[in-house]
């Protein structure tokens, strides 16, 4: 059994910085795309940054200069650095992964971990 565990959320002042970090555990054969989302209350998951294998990212660009993402495929681990963080960089955030296992690749999610920036 595969899970996705995040870790690192908490509570921040605006203007402060977090870093997310999330690993794959279980049987794992390889890991492909790895990516953040997050969602707020009354809203729909949205992407935040995504990574892939070889290292090539993607911000989606209110985040770009502010968010950074990175992987280590060794240790099948990704992370999100967030600095400068706003009041509206607040919810819950998931990460993803696209995981070939002993069983058919899939995507996986995490159970998500909570950001709370205050102004």
């Known amino acids: 059994q595969v899970q996705l565990v995040e870790s690192g959320g908490g509570l921040v002042q605006a203007g402060g910085s977090l870093r997310l970090s999330c690993v794959a555990s279980?049987?794992?054969?390889?890991?492909?795309?790895m990516g953040w989302y997050r969602q707020v209350p009354g809203k729909q998951r949205e992407l935040v940054a995504g990574?892939?294998?070889?290292?090539?990212?993607n911000v989606e660009y209110p985040l770009k200069g502010r968010f950074t993402i990175s992987r280590d495929n060794a240790k099948n681990e990704v992370y999100l650095q967030m600095n400068s963080l706003k009041p509206e960089d607040t919810g819950t955030y998931y990460c993803n992964a696209d995981i070939q296992t002993n069983a058919p690749r899939r995507i996986y999610w995490g159970q998500g971990t909570q950001v709370t920036v205050s102004s």
């Open positions: 990574i892939r294998r070889d290292g090539t990212t």
């Open positions: 279980g049987i794992v054969f390889s890991i492909n795309d």
